[in-house]
């Protein structure tokens, strides 16, 4: 954090809150962000109804991360963000990504000339799954999109 570019992970693989993004500010911040479920219509154009579930053999495939639901599934307590089916899901974990970046953004920008850049993962994606990416393989954005844009105004 004190020299150099961070590609900080500790909000993600390290489960560390959301918050202690406001702690972590390096010089130039190379690569962080948090998952989120594609748009429910993304969903739509590669599975059945049989397939919206998380468990679903199809969900599985269609998810960037061994852990990645279970990962999201803890930073949802972490967060109290409630779910109750898998339309819930997709808005929780929208919410869940809109929050991170935007905690992470505010940070970076607001530490006095501190932190000199921020590149989020990711931007877009090569295939319709639950990723990183803030507008989905489809082209269609995800929650998270409008915040970044925001936060970077």
Partial sequence: MTHGDSHYWGMWW?????????????????????????????????TINADLDTASAVMK???KHPTGYSTLHKYLLME?????????FIEATQELQSRALQTAIQAQRNSNGRCMGSLL????DCWPVCSWSIIDYYGRKKKGFEVVKHAFE
């Fill in 121 to 124: 993962w990711q931007f877009n």
């Fill in 80 to 88: 109290k963000l409630a779910v109750n089916n898998f339309t819930s």
């Fill in 14 to 46: 390290g489960m560390d809150s959301i918050q202690n993004m406001q702690k972590k500010i390096p010089r130039f911040m190379s690569e962080y962000g948090m998952q989120a479920m594609p748009n429910m219509g993304s969903i739509l154009q590669f």
């Fill in 61 to 63: 495939l269609h998810q």
